[in-house]
């Protein structure tokens, strides 16, 4: 079964002070890890895919990369807008290859 | 990318009635999901809408609780039925795009008393 571990729970940082989410997932044969930001009361918002090791990508502050066998989302200089709850999803064959198995996220509070 | 509209926003139900929640996506989109989020737990995959033919449904999740609808490419249905407090929870449309990016609604809030 697949599996999505997100740490920290929670995580409470000041304006600019830098730091990263870890998803650690376990698969068989990933199609691709999503990250998502979840703002309260409203449906998560897209930030990035990743399908293969050693890939990264970059939004703004946010950068993420991807292992084989867990994902890094990077907030540089963070700001109180980037307070928000960052979830982590894996695609995986079997079933429905659109299915996404997510973690419980972890939020991110950035006090000015 | 996808703008999906989603409503109700929210809903107070009483338990033993039903909810029918609407998603539009306003442009056609290759897959239609429906999620389930309940407090403190991540988002569950009920079922995939398929156009123009019976929903595919998840492990605990049947079609007499969970009936699905999707008439066309843009627009699917979820009813959520005979309600009890226990369905209290977020639903969440859910919509792929050509790209490979799964774009999500705002979500309806559901509380059942």
């Known amino acids: 079964e697949d599996q999505v571990t997100q740490s920290p729970e929670a995580l409470r940082l000041q304006e600019g002070e830098s730091s990263s989410l870890n998803c650690s997932y376990t698969v068989s044969g990933l199609r691709g890890l999503f990250w998502y930001r979840q703002d309260p009361g409203k449906g998560p918002e897209f930030l990035f895919t990743l399908y293969s090791a050693g890939e990264e990508k970059e939004k703004e502050r946010l950068k993420a990369t991807l292992t084989k066998k867990e994902s890094f989302l990077h907030i540089t200089a963070p700001k109180p807008e980037d307070s928000a709850t960052y979830l982590c999803?894996?695609?995986?064959?079997?079933?429905?290859?659109?299915?996404?198995?997510f973690g419980k996220g972890t939020l991110l509070t950035v006090n000015p | 990318s996808a703008v999906i509209s989603q409503k109700p926003s929210r809903d107070i139900c009483q338990r033993g009635t039903s909810l029918t929640i609407q998603c539009q996506v306003d442009?056609?989109?290759?897959?239609m999901f429906w999620y389930r989020q309940q407090p403190g737990q991540s988002l569950t995959l009920i079922a995939t809408a398929n156009q123009g033919s019976e929903a595919t449904y998840e492990s605990g999740f049947v079609i007499d609780k969970f009936p699905i609808s999707r008439p066309n490419l843009t627009f699917s249905t979820l009813t959520v039925s005979n309600l009890s407090p226990e369905d209290s929870s977020i639903y969440l449309c859910s919509a792929w795009t050509e790209n490979t990016e799964a774009f999500f609604g705002q979500g309806t809030r559901l509380t059942v008393v």
């Open positions: 999803a894996v695609q995986a064959p079997g079933g429905s290859n659109y299915k996404l198995t």
């Open positions: 442009s056609q989109v290759t897959m």
